[in-house]
């Protein structure tokens, strides 16, 4: 089976950071089916979050002879719906160090990461402990790698670089307060107020205002 557990390590003194001005940070340490720690490597597993239960494997893409094994995100449950895809690293003792939101199937984007992040924080894993890649939830264009033209003997733009040579890593606790405030922002319909007053090209704060709500409830404020 593909179903892993995350375990907070309480006890064990290879489970526990400890910081002078916050205290006991408790990382998360990942199982397998058998119950042995997950040693991803630096490349990382796949997951998938589906049920309130992670499963996770090694990606495998290898193609030889006649035999095709593959084993990609949507090989989990036939490409049906997941709650969250991505990839996470741990180090050699199993504790969850990395989390990537990569999957070319699921297209994993802000409700997805934040459905993990919960996950793992009601798994009790401290979001201080892990980093997560935040290049599609900031909006973070990816530069186009080079290549030297043999031919021009000089360099020219190709695809773009890998995901994973790309990085823009944060804290995970920062990543859910991101999230969080973004979300209350959205159903408050701050956004909504903005985009207003940009489509209007309001030129002074009463005029802004009288465009949102007409004097109401922000210019009683003023």
């Given at each position: 089976?593909?179903?892993?557990?995350?375990?907070?390590?309480?006890?064990?003194?290879?489970?526990?950071?400890?910081?002078?001005?916050?205290?006991?940070?408790?990382?998360?340490?990942?199982?397998?089916?058998?119950?042995?720690?997950?040693?991803t490597?630096?490349?990382?597993?796949?997951?998938?979050?589906?049920?309130?239960?992670?499963?996770?494997?090694?990606?495998?893409?290898?193609?030889?002879?006649?035999?095709?094994?593959?084993?990609?995100?949507?090989?989990?449950?036939?490409?049906?719906?997941?709650?969250?895809a991505?990839?996470?690293?741990?180090?050699?003792?199993?504790?969850?160090?990395?989390?990537?939101?990569?999957?070319?199937?699921?297209?994993?984007?802000e409700?997805?990461?934040?459905?993990?992040?919960?996950?793992?924080?009601?798994a009790?894993?401290?979001?201080?402990?892990?980093?997560?890649?935040t290049?599609?939830?900031?909006?973070?264009?990816?530069?186009?790698?080079?290549?030297?033209?043999?031919?021009?003997?000089?360099?020219?733009?190709?695809?773009?670089?890998?995901?994973?040579?790309?990085?823009?890593?944060?804290?995970?606790?920062?990543?859910?307060f991101?999230?969080?405030?973004k979300?209350?922002?959205?159903?408050?319909?701050?956004?909504?107020?903005?985009?207003?007053?940009?489509?209007?090209?309001?030129?002074?704060?009463?005029?802004?205002?009288?465009?949102?709500?007409?004097?109401g409830?922000?210019?009683?404020?003023?």
């Open positions: 089976g593909y179903a892993l557990r995350v375990v907070p390590e309480e006890e064990s003194d290879v489970g526990v950071d400890v910081d002078e001005a916050e205290g006991l940070r408790r990382r998360g340490r990942i199982y397998d089916a058998c119950g042995e720690p997950v040693q490597g630096p490349d990382g597993w796949i997951f998938v979050l589906r049920d309130n239960v992670l499963y996770g494997a090694k990606k495998i893409t290898s193609i030889s002879g006649q035999s095709k094994q593959r084993f990609h995100h949507s090989s989990f449950f036939g490409g049906k719906a997941v709650a969250a991505g990839i996470f690293i741990t180090d050699d003792n199993g504790f969850l160090t990395r989390l990537y939101p990569h999957s070319g199937h699921y297209r994993p984007g409700a997805h990461m934040q459905r993990v992040l919960f996950y793992l924080y009601h009790g894993v401290d979001l201080r402990t892990f980093e997560v890649d290049q599609q939830i900031m909006h973070i264009s990816r530069d186009a790698a080079k290549d030297k033209d043999e031919k021009e003997g000089g360099e020219v733009e190709s695809e773009k670089k890998k995901k994973v040579e790309s990085l823009h890593l944060m804290p995970a606790v920062l990543v859910a991101f999230l969080a405030h979300a209350r922002c959205i159903g408050d319909g701050l956004f909504s107020q903005i985009h207003q007053i940009r489509k209007a090209n309001a030129t002074s704060v009463t005029e802004a205002l009288d465009i949102i709500d007409g004097g409830h922000w210019k009683r404020r003023v």
